[in-house]
């Protein structure tokens, strides 16, 4: 019982840092240009005056488009259900593994631009066939990356590879380990539009890809997106900071356990935070026809994560 | 159950790599010598790591000399003829970004294939680093055979030497020290003969793209 209680608490955390979490990241990004920047609160000030707002919608558009951004929202939050953010090994380990994950976030990415296509924008379509050019190429990393953590489990249970690399702290320094965490974080840039795939800051038409396909939407909908985005992120950064490095994840559900639990996990958020606002600070975005090579050297070192995990097993 | 100093080993071994990887993906040279640098750090202190834990006090001499020559000496030089040629770019090689990372990823399962019966009857805690070290020979190989520019393949001369000596260092402690001195005099002198070539190359077609001396034939 107190674990579908840790369950539900877990999901809501997550979305209820999730905007904080992008807002720590452009907070910290606005330090590092010497800009003061937003306080970090200011994706919920965002999020709170877009579900203000009236709906403007195409008249063009099919019932396709109202329906995507719950799906966006319903599928990520979903997934936010089923990835060990605070505490191993939770009820609901049984309902999905790492694949329903990947498939659960594929979802929301293909719902979105089909969204893009619908309303028959241009821009709609050109961020919808970018998106889908970098999902076909970042998903099968993204699942092979955490096989290769899932081999050495020997399962392919999130929940159950969180404990078992706390059983065994050393493998985290194995190079399978090594090599699909490196795999993992250029699929998080990819994934979650982050720089040097997409800048998460520009409305630039001719660069964009997340901002591309959710050009049409307004008010709620909007919100939704960019929450789900939001969430996204958090997720991502949950799999880099607990599949990898499993220091404070509750292996037993007490208030002291999940409080230490979720110290550590604010913790890792901030350093991944740090990390990705010092990355974006210092690289360049990259020629969209360089992306598929970027994304070929995370899926070649997931590759190799898997079969030395496999050879060394 | 796997011990510290042989998760060392294996750690040191994939950093070697992936900065053996870098040379297929990144264009510059000025990244080539970078990642060079880097992994002959990586490389000097998995063999003061070696020497500490296999108790082999010569390969303490051996990492520092490894460490000036090919953290200090060869870096500089690099960076000074790269200083000269800083318009060149590997813009087209043979085999293009893409394909060279599987490529790369195949032989490095190709590695993994060749050195199994090595790594099936040693015993040292450092074997399972020596399929890496393998592939990182084979990867510097395509390296050198699918690049045009004669300097991105003299880094790759210098990462297939720093692959061996890995080799050497995980599966045998590395060898008498005379030796790798003789080994390490040899490298220098192969990069300084290296080293005229390009000027040379350089000299005659104003680039170092080896392609130019295909024109050599008629």
């Known amino acids: 019982m107190i674990g579908y209680v840790v369950e539900v608490v877990q999901a809501a955390l997550v979305l209820l840092l999730a905007p904080g979490l992008v807002g720590l990241v452009r907070a910290m990004k606005a330090r590092l240009q010497n800009r003061r920047g937003a306080p970090v609160w200011q994706p919920y000030w965002e999020l709170w005056k877009l579900f203000q707002k009236e709906v403007v919608i195409s ?126 974080f250029i699929v998080t840039l990819a994934e979650t539009g982050r720089l040097p795939v997409d800048n998460p800051a520009t409305h630039l038409e001719l660069t964009m890809i997340h901002e591309a396909m959710v050009l049409e939407y307004s008010g709620r909908y909007l919100a939704l997106i960019e929450w789900a985005a939001a969430v996204k992120l958090l997720i991502f950064f949950s799999l880099l900071g607990n599949l990898f490095v499993p220091v404070g994840v509750a292996l037993a559900l007490t208030p002291g356990t999940l409080a230490l639990a979720v110290l550590s996990l604010l913790v890792k958020f901030v350093v991944l935070a740090g990390a990705l606002a010092l990355l974006e600070t210092r690289i360049a975005k990259l020629r969209l026809f360089r992306v598929p090579e970027l994304l070929s050297v995370s899926f070649v070192l997931a590759l190799l994560a898997v079969t030395s995990s496999f050879l060394l097993k | 159950m796997p011990t510290l100093f042989s998760q060392l080993a294996v750690l040191g071994s994939s950093l070697a790599l992936i900065f053996g990887l870098i040379l297929l993906w990144r264009r510059s040279l000025t990244a080539y010598v970078t990642a060079f640098a880097w992994q002959s750090l990586v490389l000097s202190v998995l063999m003061v790591i070696v020497a500490y834990f296999g108790r082999d006090p010569e390969l303490y001499v051996v990492a520092a000399a490894f460490f000036v020559m090919k953290v200090v000496v060869i870096p500089r030089l690099l960076t000074r003829m790269q200083r000269r040629f800083s318009a060149e770019r590997e813009i087209e090689p043979y085999v293009n970004t893409a394909t060279s990372l599987v490529v790369a990823g195949l032989l490095v399962l190709f590695g993994y294939a060749i050195t199994r019966p090595l790594v099936a009857v040693s015993q040292l805690p450092t074997r399972a680093g020596m399929p890496l070290a393998m592939g990182l020979v084979l990867v510097s190989l395509f390296v050198i055979i699918s690049r045009k520019k004669a300097l991105t393949q003299v880094v790759g001369f210098l990462m297939l030497e720093n692959g061996l000596t890995l080799l050497a260092v995980l599966g045998t402690y590395g060898i008498p020290l005379i030796v790798e001195l003789g080994v390490f005099l040899d490298v220098l002198m192969g990069f300084l003969v290296m080293q005229i070539f390009i000027y040379q190359i350089h000299e005659t077609f104003e680039s170092i793209d080896v392609e130019q001396l295909n024109r050599l034939r008629h």
């Open chain 1, 59 to 184: 008249s063009n558009a099919s019932w396709l488009f109202r329906a995507a951004p719950f799906v966006v929202f319903a599928s990520t939050a979903a997934a936010s259900f089923l990835v060990p953010v605070l505490a191993v090994p939770l009820p609901f380990d049984a309902v999905g593994d790492l694949l329903v994950v990947v498939y659960l976030l594929l979802l929301g990415t293909f719902f979105l631009s089909l969204a893009g296509l619908d309303p028959g924008s241009p821009f709609g379509g050109m961020g919808a066939s970018r998106e889908m050019t970098i999902a076909a190429l970042a998903e099968p990393t993204l699942a092979l990356a955490i096989f290769a953590l899932a081999l050495s489990a020997g399962s392919t249970n999130l929940g159950q590879i969180v404990a078992r690399t706390m059983t065994d702290p050393a493998s985290a320094l194995s190079p399978g380990h090594l090599l699909a965490f490196i795999a993992l």
